[in-house]
């Protein structure tokens, strides 16, 4: 729908009156000549004299049937500006002639159906916003950008006016922080406005909306050449904004924030993506063409299906935390792939942790973390592996209030999970009971008769290479306790606890002595054949 402003930027110049300069009008299809008039119709631009508009009035005088209507006048007649006005309709007096008012008009039509028709075909061509995005950009000679609602670069088109500091913010970081978003969006959600900020000798930003069934899905900028006319930004934008929503409501529509890297992560883990080079091309299409290096991120909400359907909210605050990732909502959770220049992720991961923890504890979530691969064709298994480390880690985290998991901190338990499978296949059974240490089964006999904890001491004591008072630290012991029971262990085995290897060794057999009880779920002691006091009795 276009305002009538619109219409004016060629009369400039030649306006003699204007009313109604606001209003918008409807979508009009042809530019047409009053003394033709065959009844009322709002998609027609009238044009002809000051009197015969005044006499074309005079005979709807008292009735509502032309409200909305636009008319464009070549001079004017005794009573017209007074009688447009009365009636509610939109008028424009010039001193133009009037073939030339209605070639003027005419002008600015077929320009706006050049574009609408140029935008409709880039849209159907392959389903494509970064097609409707690439087309926008060149209509206007300048760049637009298609964000997320949490400010994320998710389209990107053209090449010029991208000298100003906020495309340069989003060329470099993929986001638009939120300091400059308050600066260029709009103000208001719901209703649909352009703002104009001006870059100085670098031309003009316009910022507008994009809804889909009422909802906000996407902020739209575009950044225009010092010569373009101020009057074509918002039907150009209307027309790609209309597109835009055409896209990501079609059922064939595959593009829009995250399903461009949802379709790629179903295709890598289903199988049907396996060709390396394949899936480099692949990845050279998402909105985020990720560095090297990639590891996986996988949050999911405590209870199934508790995230909200879409959870719009949560994705803004994790692409604020991970801005160099891809984020598709997939299997019930969240899945980011994030960008990483190096492998180099631990012991000092590159993202705030605590605001991480701070959002999983909102939610209700626990996120995994992967290791980084440079081999696009393992992604998949390194998603697998993160799945299920989010598992192990849940059932197997040894404080309470952690809620992120990282591979490094599970890989042992993931070996575990695997042997189980391996022993299966091989033998039959899952008694990997038989891999640990003889004293280690020892011991946890000895606590389940005795109600101790001796099988903690030994673990903790181990993984701290020998030191008591790290080993209690780490056991939430008090020294003194902690030095007591390990006394108790090492009369109960003869193993010399210094050796490193043995240490290893030991640390290994708690895990697999953990993942029973607390993951697998096993009731270790009837397999153990341990015959447990009645309670009462020792």
């Known amino acids: 729908m276009l305002q009538l402003t619109c219409w004016l930027a060629p009369l400039q110049g030649h306006i003699l009156h204007q009313s109604s300069a606001d209003a918008s009008l409807s979508q009009h299809s042809s530019v047409r000549f009053a003394r033709y008039w065959d009844g009322p119709d709002p998609t027609a631009l009238w044009v002809g004299d000051g009197q015969e508009l005044h006499t074309l009035l005079e005979q709807y005088v008292g009735l509502s049937v032309l409200q909305g209507h636009a008319f464009f006048s070549t001079g004017t007649a005794q009573g017209l500006e007074e009688l447009a006005q009365v009636m509610g309709v939109a008028l424009v007096v010039t001193d133009l002639e009037l073939l030339e008012l209605h070639e003027r008009l005419s002008s600015v039509l077929r320009r706006y159906r050049s574009w609408e028709l140029r935008l409709v075909e880039a849209a159907g061509r392959r389903h494509s916003i970064q097609d409707v995005a690439d087309c926008g950009a060149e209509l206007a000679g300048g760049a637009l950008f298609l964000l997320s609602t949490g400010g994320r670069v998710v389209y990107y088109g053209g090449h010029a006016c991208l000298d100003s500091d906020p495309a340069r913010e989003m060329l470099d970081h993929g986001i638009l922080s939120p300091a400059t978003a308050t600066t260029l969006l709009p103000k208001s959600e719901g209703v649909p406005s352009l703002v104009c900020q001006a870059m100085g000798s670098r031309g003009k930003c316009w910022a507008s909306a994009v809804y889909k069934g009422g909802s906000l899905i996407s902020h739209m900028l575009l950044f225009t050449p010092t010569g373009w006319r101020d009057s074509d930004t918002g039907p ?303």
């Not at 004293?439 to 673990?459: F, M, Q, S």
């Not at 210094?498 to 096993?522: H, N, P």
């Open 236 to 538: 150009l934008l209307e027309l790609v904004s209309q597109n835009v929503s055409r896209v990501a409501a079609c059922r064939e529509g595959r593009y829009w924030a995250g399903a461009d890297f949802k379709t790629l992560l179903a295709d890598l883990l289903t199988g049907q993506l396996t060709d390396e080079e394949e899936i480099r091309h692949r990845f050279s299409l998402i909105s985020r063409i990720p560095q090297q290096f990639c590891s996986f991120i996988i949050v999911e909400p405590s209870r199934p299906g508790s995230f909200a359907d879409p959870p719009s909210a949560l994705l803004a605050q994790l692409e604020t935390i991970f801005p160099e990732s891809n984020a598709a909502v997939y299997d019930g959770g969240i899945v980011l792939l994030l960008s990483r220049p190096d492998r180099d992720f631990q012991p000092a991961p590159i993202f705030d942790q605590r605001q991480l923890q701070e959002l999983l504890v909102h939610y209700d979530a626990f996120a995994a973390i992967s290791n980084a691969t440079s081999r696009r064709s393992m992604l998949r298994t390194n998603y697998l592996l993160t799945k299920s480390v989010l598992q192990l880690g849940r059932a197997l985290r040894p404080c309470a209030n952690q809620r992120i998991f990282f591979f490094e901190d599970y890989a042992e338990y993931v070996s575990i999970d695997l042997c189980i499978n391996s022993f299966n296949a091989l033998l039959g059974h899952d008694d990997i009971i038989y891999l640990t240490h003889p004293d280690a089964v020892k011991l946890y006999r000895y606590d389940l008769l005795h109600k101790t904890n001796l099988i903690d001491v030994l673990y903790y004591y181990c993984l701290n290479n020998g030191s008591v008072s790290q080993a209690a630290r780490a056991a939430y012991m008090h020294r003194n306790t902690f030095s007591a029971r390990l006394a108790k262990l090492q009369e109960l085995i003869k193993a010399d606890l210094t050796s490193g290897e043995l240490q290893q060794r030991m640390v290994f057999s708690c895990k697999i002595l953990r993942y029973y009880d607390r993951y697998a779920k096993i009731n270790l002691g009837k397999r153990l054949c341990v015959s447990l006091p009645q309670e009462g009795k020792e």
